[in-house]
């Protein structure tokens, strides 16, 4: 059940790197995202929240879109240190990143509080990407799939009140250089692209779906091929520039 006519969209990560000396980096990306790359993938930049304002009124006018690694539930109120989706609109940003490995772990984000936040985004405006992947450990049982399946169940809504934009990520190829066989890649995603179809009908087949999780220049043309593969969510390597522009290059070659 590919979906083969779905734009490629590369989505940089930036987690907590970036200060102000980093426009060089968004510029370069700027620059680099020409018309001929243009065509063949959206651009990205997720930037910590300290640059988000700053980062969307840089790109405001280009075709490289700006957003944020997470968002509260609640459009306003006594929750010291967090940002709002609406606060994220306001900045101009166009997306946000629910659902993280990171902040399922280090932050105890259940499904049912991603499935909050991804909400948010939408009541905001914004475009949700929302992360789901298995650990090293429920890979090695056999309970990838399953794990996946109950993640997106949980962390999606009932019906899609706007577009949506899902990322497999596994938690164990996070930032480790290790990457799911194309095999592996190719059952995930069109397990998930199945799951959204059943849920969905024809607007699951309009969700892109990003694999992330080590993604660099040397594998993205490989990962990229794969059916239901429709971009990437890229952490370290959208740290530098060429990088993440050659990453998006790999797009649609194949
Ligand atoms: C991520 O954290 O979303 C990610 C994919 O990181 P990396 O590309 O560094 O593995």
């Not at 990003?210 to 969510?233: F, R, W």
């Amino acid at each position: 059940m590919a979906s083969g006519h779905l734009r490629h969209l590369v989505a940089g990560n930036w987690k907590m790197n970036g200060l102000k000396a980093s426009t060089d980096v968004l510029d370069a990306v700027i620059k680099g995202h020409d018309a001929v790359l243009a065509a063949r993938a959206d651009l990205m930049v997720c930037p910590p929240a300290t640059l988000l304002a700053a980062f969307a009124a840089r790109a405001g006018g280009s075709t490289v879109a700006v957003g944020a690694q997470d968002c509260h539930a609640a459009a306003a109120g006594a929750f010291t240190g967090d940002i709002a989706a609406e606060m994220i609109a306001d900045a101009g940003g166009k997306a946000v990143i629910v659902g993280h490995s990171e902040r399922r772990t280090l932050h105890g984000e259940s499904d049912a509080d991603v499935r909050a936040k991804a909400e948010a985004a939408w009541r905001a405006g914004l475009l949700p990407i929302v992360c789901v992947g298995e650990t090293r450990a429920e890979r090695d049982a056999g309970h990838a799939l399953a794990i996946v399946a109950r993640q997106i169940a949980g962390s999606l809504p009932d019906s899609l009140p706007g577009d949506l934009v899902v990322a497999y990520e596994p938690v164990w190829a996070i930032g480790t250089g290790l990457t799911p066989t194309t095999a592996d890649v190719a059952e995930m995603h069109g397990a998930i692209r199945r799951q959204l179809v059943e849920r969905y009908g024809g607007a699951g087949q309009a969700v892109r779906l990003l694999y992330g999780g080590s993604v660099k220049p040397s594998n993205a043309a490989e990962l990229m091929a794969i059916a239901d593969v429709n971009g990437a969510l890229v952490g370290g390597a959208s740290l530098v520039a060429d990088d993440f522009l050659a990453i998006a290059k790999a797009c649609g070659t194949s």
